[in-house]
């Protein structure tokens, strides 16, 4: 048995792809624009609204799916998150598009600004030519590719500020199309291993994704059994060395998918949540907070619902455990319409920062034990279960040929544990931790 | 979601379970030995050959299989192995049943004695009651629960003897019927963990395990869709401190199914494969001769077969790397006949004392650098990944209601590391070793 899976050479050169993403096309002046392109526009109207199944359509559908995780093809990916002083807490609050519909366009256009000079502060060149991502400007691919490079580049700096270490900027080419750009800090001051990657990946479906999908109740019709899709995320997670400080991961995605009569598909996923070594309450309390505040802005049910869905699916089922205290998780989401779910995802992105990082100082000069740092290890080990067994990005990502390995597998930590029959005293604040594990509560 | 994983309570005492394994019922003298039995002998006459399918009925068509693992129901188990002294390699030799047909029940009886004396060495009491042994002495399911006690006590105490430390001994019932004996030796001088493993387990088969039997290519027709199985088999992971001792594994096991025309498929499956840190031809050498010289007394075909199906399974696909230098494996292993079969996977667990405990002591006081050891740690991430990702009988395992857990995930190291874009100097001693494992070598 001969592998089939392609490591990527990883080049740091300016090199950028000329993005093939399906809505491209209908706004693009010139088709010279997309050499050797294998997206042909075969609708005269691009149609914005999703074609979607009964699940796909209805917002509530898609909340009844079971834990249903997602994760676009490819999208092996992450990254992201907007610092606290740059997008702060009041901007989210004055954005409420369900009842100021009229505002949307000219709030988009102030938020993007020049892309040029927008591009400037990301970690390294995007993985679409800039001068394509111009051109097509107002188009939701490219919204997207910059609010998750945007999203990466600020989470990042957060970091290297409260680290003192660097991020390894890695940007590789995916053979099949597209690329990606994945940030790595190793063994840093504060953080044992911190992961924030980015992806913009295209091509034609595999069938294991497309059967994935198709599980997921989405009806796809391919033509010659091919589905050509775009898929473009940010996902992050940061493992920390103190086991006061949590883990965080947060992960948001857009997929497109062209059908055979030249419809589209298309859905916005994700979602933030909190693995802490110990309880601590407040902490919980401010994670959840910010996170509903997040939402509220946009849906009353979006954090009940997105919370349940998250302790549901971040499910250790083995164990009987959450991997952590939870957070919000959503996916297949397509309605009201594209600008709509697009705002609501960038105020998630745009939480991660005020979610995370106050937590990290907070906790920053707790001092510890060995047996704490154990506990920690030992917590590690049911993370890696979870991301080997359950993850459906990981196990899409493995099963895809030319996934970019390294990138998929920068969520587990740089050390883990697994004890024979582990388990702590009863009364111990590692019992307890236990215990919300095994029955996940609210927490605002 | 609620969890379906029950956790068992274990219990070390003495409490023993009538087994109600399939074949019992056609010998044993008396149903009053089967209290609340849900098996029922619907046959009148009990076949002891397959009714598979051309691929489980022939070697051949068996060995054509890719990588199907196999697993048992529930041998989420292991543990094992006669050590040398009291199994000596020449004793082996003279085993050649394929040209001495007429000895072999003979040899059985030599081999096996008196139930109750040989049960006194063993690690705890059987999970099948000795009454019921000693009245079903003559069934195959007896004479592999035997063997596999047996195997569990006799690998315990060779590494007991070499590593100053004792084995921790659980015994636990299984809610839907059997049990098992875990041990597991943490933290000691030589081993970092080491899990000896036996399982003794029968029920229905749940769909899920249909379904992957089948997908081998077997055909199973329940009653009511139901399908009476007994499982049973001994296994182990051993996993060393010093980089410079490779971490041995191996699993032998027994499954037998009742149909609903009430006759029966049986089968054997195992192997045994070596995972090293770091290349050592003469222990690659003495390892695989030995398990061709224990697969040659039985058929020559054994063990290049055998061979190239370890490397075939032990296949990291994700990482285009072998878990490690392989060994030999099998499943659904039938033919020629019953007693035939057993007494080749009698050969091979008592070959695992010889391959394995002379490396130990060979390198038992090799020195090692942190850099080794973190190069260990890393290979110790690979393990994982491939046990969590690949491997059918954790897999099964976990998916499996009633499984327990702990003894699943024995296998597991203690300690683990996942470096981002890791990658050893060229012409290193651990470029060399990722060499071999990108590209399977013959040893013998």
Redesign the interface.
């Known amino acids: 048995?001969a592998?089939?899976?392609v490591?990527f050479s990883?080049k740091k050169t300016a090199q950028t792809t000329t993005r093939r993403c399906l809505k491209g096309l209908a706004h693009s002046p010139s088709v010279s624009l997309l050499p050797g392109g294998r997206w042909s526009s075969r609708g005269t109207g691009v149609r914005f609204m999703s074609q979607g199944t009964a699940a796909g359509r209805s917002r509530r559908g898609a909340l009844a799916l079971?834990?249903a995780a997602a994760v676009t093809a490819a999208t092996a990916v992450a990254g992201f998150l907007a610092n606290a002083d740059h997008f702060p807490r009041a901007e989210m609050a004055t954005s409420v598009p369900q009842t100021a519909e009229e505002k949307k366009n000219k709030k988009d256009d102030e938020d993007e600004g020049d892309i040029v000079e927008r591009c400037r502060d990301f970690m390294s060149v995007p993985v679409t030519d800039i001068k394509v991502l111009q051109e097509r400007k107002q188009e939701m691919s490219t919204k997207m590719e910059m609010l998750i490079m945007e999203t990466q580049a600020e989470f990042c700096k957060a970091l290297q500020e409260v680290d003192g270490g660097t991020f390894?900027v890695?940007r590789w080419d995916r053979k099949e199309g597209g690329g990606g750009i994945s940030c790595?800090m190793?063994d840093g001051k504060v953080f044992e291993?911190a992961?924030v990657n980015v992806s913009v990946v295209f091509g034609n479906l595999t069938e294991e994704a497309a059967k994935q999908m198709r599980s997921r109740g989405k009806v796809l019709k391919g033509k010659d059994g091919k589905l050509p899709f775009c898929a473009m995320g940010v996902s992050s997670v940061i493992h920390p060395k103190n086991p006061h400080i949590p883990t965080v991961h947060f992960n948001y995605r857009y997929f497109e998918i062209e059908e055979a009569d030249g419809t589209k598909q298309w859905w916005f996923g994700g979602g933030t949540d909190l693995t802490p070594v110990y309880i601590d309450k407040e902490d919980a309390h401010h994670f959840h907070k910010t996170l509903k505040e997040a939402c509220d802005q946009h849906h009353p049910q979006y954090y009940p619902d997105f919370k349940k869905w998250c302790d549901?699916y971040f499910?250790v089922?083995?164990?009987?455990e959450t991997r952590g205290i939870g957070g919000i998780f959503f996916d297949d989401l397509d309605s009201p319409n594209q600008e709509q779910v697009f705002k609501f995802v960038k105020s998630c992105a745009r939480t991660v920062v005020p979610c995370y990082l106050p937590i990290v100082y907070k906790h920053l000069s707790d001092s510890f034990t060995a047996e704490e740092k154990d506990w920690q290890?030992v917590r590690r080990?049911r993370y890696?279960?979870f991301n080997?067994?359950y993850d459906r990005g990981v196990?899409f990502g493995?099963a895809t040929p030319g996934?970019r390995?390294?990138s998929i597998?920068?969520s587990?930590?740089?050390?883990?544990?697994?004890?024979?029959?582990h388990e702590p005293p009863k009364g111990s604040r590692e019992a307890e931790m236990l215990e919300v594990l095994r029955n996940p509560k609210e927490w605002v």
């Open positions: 048995m592998s089939t899976i490591f990883v079971s834990a390894k890695d790595v190793q291993k992961g549901r499910f089922r083995h164990r009987g290890q080990g890696v279960e080997l067994v196990k493995l996934s390995i390294e597998l920068m587990l930590p740089l050390t883990a544990r697994w004890e024979y029959m």
